[in-house]
């Protein structure tokens, strides 16, 4: 077992003047995300949710403005070299590495690994539930389990930056839940800066503290998710949330 | 305000870009592959240019009637094979298409795609060892009281062999192009009561006539670009396609300016092909994917029955024939002696040592390309053109089909003869060109795994810094073994069968199986030649089921 590092560093995330075009298309955000805290990134399909989080994990780079993480500039790193982890709605796992290995690649991309890497990883393991499935294929894990175990190598490579892009949507009800849990266990401890892109109004209000919703390519509306979902919040996010966005019992909008 | 934005925009762009590219080994991997590429057949057409310049007056003078003769004979020979290939192709197809039930045809249609496995050398000797002179068929005749068998030389020889070649081939081809009807429209044709004829009006034909150009263009471009069946039946000057008259060029005539005219001519000529092939939309790879069958809701007359079930019998006496043949003869040969035998050994080690080479630079070859494709494609934009190096490692590989072996060969050789040294760089020629010529048929093995597996890995590698070996070891070499093996096999398959480039720079000191087996049928020697034939049949064949099973094992 690791010893929890005592003063981990709280990043704070700031897209500055972004735009990023492709096509037709030009996407402007503007936006600042508060360190150390969940924020759900919400909005229609196509408003611009996983361009927001491919630019700050740098598999886009911006036409212009920067990326700040911390106040440093990040605009041109390579994504490898960013204090952040992703993770995808799918594909986020190696089909011919077993589990093991697949978490060891977040400590060292060619899988050299000392003792106390071998360490790291059975604690990520433990934490996310996957202790003595280390020898699995990804194709012997169920969807839920493949997810944590892209949540394990998010621990074991332990950047103060984090990115969800749907990465429960394929998943059912009760395995979602299982997965919030887990992502909420894992910002108390770690205190990283994540955004979490979902559908789903009650996962955001569930987990984030803040919310930044998307449309047409740019930041409609941020603020304290408590603001979003109560009955005077943001007009245009009612509108997409319908019923779960201001009614406290609706349990599902879709 | 403005002016500030502009800056870090510039400054941005320019930045990301060399963070985003920054210097992918996998690109520089595809470049190698490309200069290695052009390199070779750069230089043997320079070599071709210098050699003309040199001599300017005799190229002048191999504008003869005899250049005329040859260039007519290529293409009418060319015309004929594919006329005679391709339109019983299509009443074979037809029928076995008819028939899904009909007895042994799976064991058919395996059967059809061995003469594509076969070297041409093989596939010569069998036909010679069934219509030669002294093969089975001229004993029956003369048994039969029917006098002298003429034998099979010439034009006759080469349709005969063009023909056991492409016939299976385009039977695939035509079958493969009638599986795509779906299957709603034989639901119908059986609803509204079609006929043989009217099916074959309305559904059968439509889907054929779409395939036929690009698979007559296909056979044309085979038969047009046949070097070894057109050396081995072609009897003398009065059936010479220009392949064979560049090699006799060289080896025989020692005329230089000749052969760089017959090359530049042969160059042309494919090229003029290749390039209505493709606005044709030809499968220049000639590749088919035949499902076992398809459920037909058709109602045959006895009298359409016995039609077909003589068609195919026909087709299938004519592709089985020289098959058998080759085994025959082969096993009557004196085999164990031929197994003793030194040069035998030393034929087999050298042409298993050289294959084994040329499979092995195919396969990186086409490796190196895959992947810069994909990363080069990957770095750019959605929306942006393709570069013309993305270009070059996609379609440009496949350009090296229009420069026939013996053309790259014979440029090399000219001008290396001056030093003397034609002899000395014979091996590495061996496995350069051979692997070169592999390489589309390599590529088109391990293209669609890399690509599928970089779809689903590129983000996770460049997030986890995954690059260079670690990303080869840990990455790529699992999903890509079994394709990359596919591809090595069916390299070393073509390479141990070839004849074109060996033909040029054998020697004494130098001798492969397929150019052993020429030197025995050149003194006479047909048994010996026979039981080598089979011998490397069998190899090939093992190679090519090889590569077969492992590509079908990838998919399953």
Redesign the interface.
Known sequence: MIADKPARQVASLTLDKTTFSYGETTLAFDVEFPAGKISAVMGPSGSGKSTLLNLVAGFEIPSSGRILINGKDFTATSPAERPVSMVFQENNLFAHLDVFRNVGLGISPSLTLDSGGHAAIADALARTGLAGKEKRLPRELSGGERQRVALARALVRDRPVLLLDEPFASLGPALREDMLELVAAMQIERKMTTLFVTHQPEDARRLASHVVFLENGTVAAAGEAADFFSADGPEAFRRYAGSAGSTPLASNAH | MAGR?EQ??SA??A??????S?SDPRIAAGICALIFTSTLIGGALLGLVIESAGDFSGAAAAFDSYLFRITRFTLWQALLSTLLSVVPALFVARALSRHPHFPGRSFILQLFAVPLALPAIVAALGVLALYGRAGYFAELYMRAGAGDWPGIYGLSGILVAHVFFNLPLCVRLFLEALQTVPTDQWRLASQLGMGARPTFRFIEWPAMRQALPGVAGLVFMLCITSFTIVLILGGGPRATTLEVAIYQALRFDFDPARAVVLTLLQILLTFVVIALLTRLGANTTGETNLSVSQRRYLSIGSGEFALNATLIVLALLFVAGPMGATVAAGLQSDLVRLAGEKAVHLATATSAVLAFLSALLAATLSLSLVMARRALAARR???DKRSLLEYASDTGAGLVLVVPPIVIGAGWFLPLRHIGGAFAVAPIMVVAVNAVMAMPFALRAVRPAYDAASE??E??C??????G??RLR??EW??LRRPLATAFAFAMALSLGDLGVIALFGSDSLQTLPYLLLARMGSYRTADAAGLALFLGILCLALIVLADRLGKERSA
């Open positions: 934005d870090i925009t941005a762009v930045e990301g870009r060399s963070a985003a920054g934009g959605r929306t689903r890995h983000r996770l460049a997030q986890l810094g995954i690059v070996w670690n840990l990455v699992p999903v």
